[in-house]
């Protein structure tokens, strides 16, 4: 029995039931017979419920909130019930940021020092949070709430990302929340998503053509919760994390959104980036007196580009505001539903217009799909492919990201971009704060410095619970962060949160009393060319240069000499040391310390296995390989697919098809090499066999191909060129199906299930693999653009 009282212990979890020491009786009919009623769990009397709203990859200039191009009237909403903060910052990464706002702990605190796909066994960088760094979820729930995640969770570490697990680190049941839908990884494919509900593989409702959009169905799902959640526990508030893809690449999003800006974008990155600035300081999220920054060096202007290009160029940046202005639409649709159940003035809404800068990981003229870049192929992307392919932006036909010149616009008025976490491009984020029944104040904005790791303990805050001592008999590790509560009804208010450290791949800086001292290591799109000690450092007054556009570390040595310092104290403090900017190495896990999920060049499979990730199966790229399937043909003919690696941009394919074996393999949607059959497969058992027998000599290279039904070989046929690094970023290898886009224009995405039986398939890799010639560089930039 737990006592609901506001005065209950709760800096112990879960709060320890009570033993009863009354009087026992024989009989339950006797008079004395008497036991209090039991109380349900709840939150302390007025905790409201919490809905975090976190954008991805969406610059601090991109939305209108902020003085932005694309127009977010939701986001406008919130903020016209609350507050915006002009100075809340990120990590500047994808997989950190979210780790440090669930945690209320610095990033590599909580194991997170970069991406999951390049953790090593250093304590701030293994991926793995601690269990003294309980999540805010498992926090709330232990007190009463009602806990749910939608979209994105990019904090599992890869060697625990299968369906086996474990799922210590997943948002279900591991971090503290009680339902989860959504995906795994970075990014996902928004037409043919790989969804997961709680631990569970499940496929999207339908198909493009019919409708869906995983945007739109992880909104539908959050509505349907929060309903069902207020219908039969009306007086326990929630909280829901709804951090959807957008604007990840992937910009996939119905073409009549990205119509909305024809046009708006013909005139480049760099008169939007002019026309930005001035909003921004019309709207005071900047300050009045504050610069627009130079062109952060690499990065071409608009004029450099060629006017053929131009037209390509713009339609990249009009489809990521549809994208935008799609995800803020689905915002809107899930706070009406919270308003239509009447608790929306009593909902504490943090909305987080993105988990870094601008993403500048679509090279200098963008692309059509990921995988050309990722697999080092772009000589097949020239500029007359980007033309001839302009209007397949934003649809099922790609895998679409922006120029490199479009994320530094939205990232107006800051230097740099996503992983960049020296400047303000990288890390500063236009964030949204509204409670209606617990701030006074209305449509007002807030100046003073926060950052991700305040909102733990501001949730704690407003929701009258401590901060928990100790989760399961683990003595917790204090929160880092500050509450924002503070600020909320006093603009003038003097700062709390006056020091924070910012690391990530080298590039780091040091926030103190009103300055910042900054290093930047590497631009994000090249590979670390030289040791952190060659780093030049800059010093800014940002109290009085808002943008940090006036570097003083010549005038004032001093005092950049003591922000250094602090930085390194800092570090030392919160797991930052050892700083880690290699490349190669941190793709051997053995070197490492990072555990791998197989061993060996040899796996089995077996039927109604599914959604298998790049990492949960042999590596069969850069050299030769054999799949061997044991199945059972029908009566009627053979067809549909018996194991499928990939998708419609890049994969192959193992199938029969009108009774006879065949084999595709796809070079990312451009070109698709069949080797088929002309045999009949009889009914009966059967043990076929693929086998790719690569020319060698480099890397991405073709092979022949050979088709058995047992010993007889029944077709032959040639693979001109091989994928080198990546399949897919999203798509998986299903046995007995290909589940989301077709490998295969010989069948569709649905109704390609095997019509026979699998016994099971193996995978046999060959020892001829040319590996070794992969360069690491390219290795770290393949992993970073999975963010």
């Known amino acids: 029995m737990v006592n609901n009282s506001n005065d209950v212990q709760r800096s112990t979890l879960p709060i320890p039931d009570l033993a009863y020491t009354g009087t026992v009786t024989y009989d339950a009919s006797s008079p004395d017979t008497h036991y209090p009623p039991i109380k349900r769990l709840l939150p302390p009397d007025g905790a409201p419920n919490v809905l975090i709203v976190l954008i991805d990859d969406t610059g601090f200039g991109a939305s209108s909130a902020f003085g932005g191009p694309v127009n977010t009237p939701n986001f406008e909403r919130v903020a016209a019930m609350g507050l ?200 005071g999220v900047v300050a009045a007196d504050a610069v627009l920054t130079e062109r952060s060096p690499g990065i071409p202007a608009w004029d450099e580009m060629s006017d053929e290009l131009k037209p390509v160029l713009a339609r990249q940046m009009e489809v990521y505001a549809g994208y935008l202005e799609y995800a803020d639409h689905h915002v809107g649709l899930l706070l009406d539903a919270i308003e239509e159940l009447g608790v929306l003035d009593d909902t504490l809404v943090y909305v987080i217009i993105g988990d870094n800068g601008a993403s500048a990981e679509g090279t200098m003229t963008g692309t059509t799909n990921e995988a050309f870049t990722i697999n080092h192929m772009t000589e097949m992307e020239d500029d007359a492919y980007k033309i001839a392919h302009k209007d397949d932006l934003g649809t099922p036909r790609s895998y679409n990201h922006y120029a490199i010149g479009w994320a530094h616009a939205m990232d107006t008025p800051y230097q740099w971009t996503k992983q960049v976490a020296s400047h303000w491009g990288g890390t500063r984020n236009g964030t949204i704060v509204a409670w209606p029944n617990g701030i006074p104040s209305r449509g007002e904005i807030r100046n003073q410095f926060a950052h991700v790791i305040d909102v733990a303990p501001t949730v704690l805050e407003a929701a009258g619970i401590p901060e928990p001592a100790t989760v399961h008999g683990v003595t917790q590790r204090p929160y880092e962060g500050t509450p924002m509560n503070y600020s909320f009804g006093d603009a003038e208010a003097d700062e709390q949160h006056t020091t924070q450290y910012f690391e990530m791949l080298g590039n780091r800086a040091i926030f103190h009393q009103g300055w910042t001292a900054v290093a930047k290591h590497k631009d994000p799109w090249l590979a670390s060319e030289h040791g952190l000690d ?94 061997t399937a044991q199945v059972v043909a029908p009566d009627g003919g053979a067809s549909g697919v018996i194991i499928a690696q990939g998708g419609a941009y890049g994969g192959w394919s193992l199938y029969a098809i009108d009774g006879k074996l065949a084999f595709a393999y796809n070079i990312m949607g451009i070109k698709t090499d069949f080797t088929r059959s002309e045999v009949v497969l009889t009914p009966g058992d059967h043990e076929v066999r693929l086998h790719f027998a690569y020319d060698g000599g480099g890397l991405g290279k073709g092979g022949a191909v050979t088709l058995f039904d047992g010993e007889i070989a029944v077709g032959e046929g040639r693979v001109e060129r091989t994928l080198p690094f990546f399949f897919s970023m999203d798509e998986t290898v299903d046995v007995g199906a290909d589940v989301a886009s077709p490998v295969s224009s010989d069948y569709g995405p649905v109704g390609n299930e095997f019509t026979g039986r699998i016994k099971w398939v193996r995978i046999d890799a060959g020892d001829d693999s040319h590996d070794h010639l992969i360069d690491p560089d390219h290795q770290l930039n393949i992993a970073l653009t999975r963010q």
């Open 84 to 283: 915006k903060y002009t100075r809340f910052h990120t990590t500047a990464l994808c997989s950190p940021t979210r780790a440090a706002l669930l945690s209320g702990r610095n990033h590599h605190t909580v194991g997170m020092g970069g991406i999951t796909e390049i953790a090593t066994s250093a304590p701030g960088y293994n991926s793995l949070r601690p269990n003294n760094c309980a999540p805010l979820a498992e926090t709330l729930k232990l007190n009463g709430y009602s806990t749910a995640q939608f979209g994105k969770c990019h904090e599992v570490p890869v060697w625990e990302s299968s369906a086996v697990g474990p799922f210590d680190h997943w948002p279900h049941p591991g971090g503290g929340f009680e339902y989860f839908y959504g995906f795994i990884g970075g990014e996902t494919n928004q037409w043919y998503p790989a969804i997961y509900e709680n631990t569970s593989p499940v496929e999207p409702w339908g198909t493009p053509e019919q409708g869906y959009h995983f945007m739109a169905d992880m909104t539908q799902k959050a509505v349907d919760w929060t309903r069902q959640q207020k219908a039969l526990a009306p007086d326990k508030p929630f909280f829901t994390y709804f951090a959807p893809g957008a604007t990840h690449a992937p910009h996939h999003v119905p073409a009549e959104w990205a119509d909305k800006y024809v046009g708006r974008f013909d005139q480049g990155w760099d008169s939007v980036r002019e026309r930005t600035f001035a909003r921004q300081k019309e709207l």
């Open 534 to 627: 060659d780093d030049v450092w800059e010093l800014y007054n940002v109290e009085e240069d808002w943008t940090q556009s006036n570097d003083l570390a010549a005038q004032e040595p001093a005092r950049l000499a003591e922000l250094q310092r602090l930085f390194l104290i800092q570090a030392a403090r919160f797991n930052v040391l050892p700083m880690d900017v290699r490349s190669a190495e941190r793709f051997n896990g053995e070197l490492v310390g990072r555990p791998t999920l197989l061993k060996g060049e040899s796996q089995i499979l077996y039927p109604g296995m599914k959604r298998l990730s790049e990492n949960s199966v042999v590596n069969i790229k850069n050299k030769s390989f054999t799949v």
